[in-house]
């Protein structure tokens, strides 16, 4: 029953439901809603009542489709009011950081996301050793969502110890919504909801067609490049981007997304490779430590905000999309 895609989808569900409520509702609103459902969902997936993950000998096809299909319409969605300028006044800092984080990447010799995982695991024939492979595996899907949970958490933490360009230490706001509710509030019309459901719909289609036309060309863009800029070009138009309903569209998505990174949390399993996915575990944590240490210094001397590092950071360990999702 577990892996029935109606249930899963349902659970899902509910445990955006269950964090927003103790989000708005109780202590636990310090958190907030995108981090605290990736650790929701990451305890719940362990205690079994939705499956840890998702692989080609227990596929889970509603998480499949949320990685395939909805965390790129999220990003599509959260995109298109955002102006270019502001993105161009983000980017070089953003590009900085990532190259600092590379350094501590190469430093920690820690190359994150499943493709690159997997080429280098065929480079060295680790696949052939089925139990090392498997909490190979394990330890980077659940250092995924830990990463995750820290470029969430770490700029509200560091963010006192931090000075703006102009040098001042950054005042706390009385008046800010932590738990985000007034900010994703909007008032949507179906008429909103079918352009915006359509245009992500084409715009997806778009993009994986001319990324794969363009594989065949010999250029390997990923498709979520071309929807970003898609995104980012009509969002230079009044027209779509004051379309109502992109952020509670966009929002949802995304907590459905990082809930699905929770969920792939597999700590059961890796308990049960004994030594050695303990000592996997050890070791990419301590690889990862080493980036994130290069990151977050490297803002604080060039005086960037802690949350453009949180993003470059990002980038650097779970990739484009879960980039994007911060």
Same mark, same amino acid.
């Given at each position: 029953?577990t892996?029935?895609s109606?249930?899963?989808?349902?659970?899902?569900?509910?445990?955006?439901?269950?964090?927003?409520?103790?989000?708005?509702?109780?202590?636990?609103?310090?958190?907030g809603?995108?981090?605290?459902?990736?650790?929701?969902?990451?305890?719940?997936?362990?205690l079994?009542?939705?499956?840890?993950?998702?692989?080609?000998?227990?596929?889970?096809?509603?998480?499949?489709?949320?990685?395939?299909?909805?965390?790129?319409?999220?990003i599509?969605?959260?995109?298109?009011?955002?102006?270019?300028r502001?993105?161009?006044k983000?980017?070089?800092p953003?590009i900085?950081?990532?190259?600092?984080?590379?350094v501590?990447v190469?430093?920690?010799?820690?190359?994150?996301?499943?493709i690159?995982f997997?080429?280098?695991?065929?480079?060295?024939?680790?696949?052939?050793d089925?139990?090392?492979?498997a909490?190979?595996?394990?330890?980077?899907?659940?250092?995924?969502?830990?990463?995750?949970?820290?470029?969430?958490?770490?700029?509200?933490l560091?963010?006192?110890?931090?000075?703006?360009?102009?040098g001042?230490q950054?005042?706390?706001?009385?008046?800010y919504?932590?738990?985000?509710?007034?900010?994703?509030?909007?008032?949507?019309?179906?008429?909103?909801l079918?352009?915006?459901?359509?245009?992500?719909?084409a715009?997806?289609?778009?993009?994986?067609?001319?990324?794969?036309?363009?594989?065949? $060309?010999?250029?390997?863009?990923?498709?979520? !490049?071309?929807?970003? #800029?898609?995104? %980012?070009? @009509? *969002?230079?138009?009044?027209? /779509? $981007?004051?379309?109502r309903?992109?952020?509670? !569209?966009?929002?949802? #998505?995304?907590? %459905?997304? @990082? *809930?699905?990174?929770?969920? /792939?949390c597999?700590?059961?399993?890796?308990?049960g !490779?004994?030594?050695t996915?303990?000592? %996997?575990?050890?070791?990419?944590?301590?690889?990862?430590?080493?980036?994130?240490?290069?990151?977050?210094?490297?803002?604080r001397l060039?005086?960037i905000?802690?949350?453009?590092?949180?993003?470059?950071?990002?980038?650097?360990?779970?990739g484009?999309?879960?980039?994007?999702?911060?």
């Open positions: 029953m892996h029935d109606l249930y899963v989808l349902a659970a899902l569900c509910a445990l955006v439901v269950a964090t927003e409520y103790l989000v708005r509702r109780t202590f636990f609103r310090h958190f809603t995108a981090l605290l459902v990736i650790l929701v969902t990451a305890v719940v997936a362990n079994g009542w939705i499956p840890a993950g998702s692989s080609a000998e227990a596929p889970v096809p509603v998480y499949d489709a949320i990685f395939a299909y909805l965390a790129p319409l999220a599509f969605w959260l995109v298109l009011p955002i102006s270019l502001e993105v161009l983000a980017g070089l953003i900085a950081l990532f190259l600092i984080g590379s501590g190469m430093v920690g010799t820690y190359i994150g996301g499943s690159n997997n080429a280098v695991a065929l480079g060295y024939d680790v696949v052939r089925g139990t090392l492979f909490g190979t595996v394990v330890v980077d899907n659940i250092l995924t969502a830990v990463w995750m949970m820290a470029t969430l958490a770490l700029p509200r560091v963010l006192p110890l931090w000075r703006t360009r102009e001042s950054p005042a706390a706001d009385p008046d919504d932590v738990t985000g509710v007034a900010e994703d509030t909007e008032t949507v019309h179906p008429l909103d079918a352009i915006l459901l359509g245009l992500g719909f715009a997806l289609y778009l993009s994986n067609y001319a990324s794969a036309a363009l594989a065949d $060309a010999g250029w390997n863009v990923p498709s979520i !490049l071309i929807l970003t #800029a898609l995104a %980012l070009a @009509l *969002a230079q138009f009044p027209v /779509f $981007a004051t379309l309903g992109t952020r509670v !569209l966009g929002m949802f #998505a995304v907590y %459905l997304f @990082l *809930a699905v990174i929770g969920a /792939f597999d700590v059961v399993r890796l308990v !490779l004994g030594r996915g303990l000592l %996997l575990l050890g070791f990419a944590t301590t690889l990862v430590a080493v980036h994130g240490l290069f990151t977050f210094a490297g803002a060039l005086r905000d802690p949350e453009t590092a949180a993003v470059a950071s990002q980038a650097n360990i779970g484009g999309t879960s980039a994007l999702a911060v």
